[in-house]
């Protein structure tokens, strides 16, 4: 079944450390985007690629980092978490661009303490 | 001011009871409106997709346009408790423009 999965869904983890949130998509769309929600507020793009070795950031500013070395994987890296990077994070991909349909994962929960 | 704005809820009305959601927006250039469902602790999906003015029906969903009123709605008819989710409105400028602008997402809880 084609579909969006996102690993951990939950993580608690102690300032300054290194973290890799994953995310995989089994429809072989070519574009891909993470998205910061916190509760009761819009969701903002903060980075997005359009294929393989391109990656882009959006209108957030995040310390974070993306590659895509295949199609079907964007993970983001934090290389040193702080407790303003707790949110939630939400990948999704879509065939086209974001004014298609967009396919979401679950999301990662990430608490920094 | 944001670009989209939404009332954040929660809206709470009886099973069965006719819901009506809006967003209002400032960028005259929005040509592409939708709305997603998120459920609790899952990410959103699409439930209808519009384009300029006009109105869509699919099933007990319709998404209405007023563009010169910048102003748009979701109606939900014959509500189900298996409604109640956050609904957020997004919009575009463009086709294939990677930068939706979203709304903050209104709560919506379907009493049995």
């Known amino acids: 079944e084609a579909d969006i999965y996102q690993t951990p869904r939950y993580l608690v983890i102690g300032t300054g450390k290194k973290i890799t949130l994953e995310c995989s998509q089994t429809?072989?769309?070519?574009?891909m985007y993470w998205y910061q929600q916190d509760p009761g507020m819009e969701l903002h793009l903060i980075h997005y690629?359009?294929?393989?070795?391109?990656?882009e950031k959006g209108d957030l500013s995040s310390e974070s980092t993306v590659s895509r070395i295949r199609t079907e994987h964007f993970p983001l890296t934090l290389e040193s978490a702080r407790p303003s990077h707790t949110s939630q994070y939400l990948c999704?991909?879509?065939?086209?661009?974001?004014?298609?349909?967009?396919?979401f994962g679950s999301g990662t929960q990430l608490s920094v303490l | 001011q944001k670009e989209v704005e939404q009332d954040p809820g929660p809206l709470s009305v009886p099973e069965g009871a006719i819901v009506s959601l809006n967003c209002t927006y400032s960028?005259?250039?929005?040509?592409?409106f939708m709305w997603y469902r998120q459920y609790s602790r899952k990410g959103p999906e699409l439930l209808m997709y519009?384009?300029s003015s006009g109105n869509k029906e699919d099933g007990r969903f319709t998404a209405q346009v007023d563009k010169s009123s910048k102003y748009i709605s979701l109606f939900i008819r014959d509500s189900q408790p298996s409604d109640s989710a956050t609904y957020l409105c997004?919009?575009?400028?463009?086709?294939?423009?990677?930068?939706?602008?979203w709304g903050a997402g209104t709560k919506l809880i379907i009493k049995p």
């Open positions: 999704a991909s879509s065939e086209g661009g974001a004014g298609e349909k967009l396919f």
């Open positions: 997004a919009m575009s400028t463009d086709w294939g423009n990677y930068q939706l602008i």
């Open positions: 960028n005259s250039a929005f040509q592409y």
């Open positions: 690629s359009y294929g393989v070795n391109s990656t």
């Open positions: 429809m072989g769309h070519d574009k």
């Open positions: 519009t384009y």
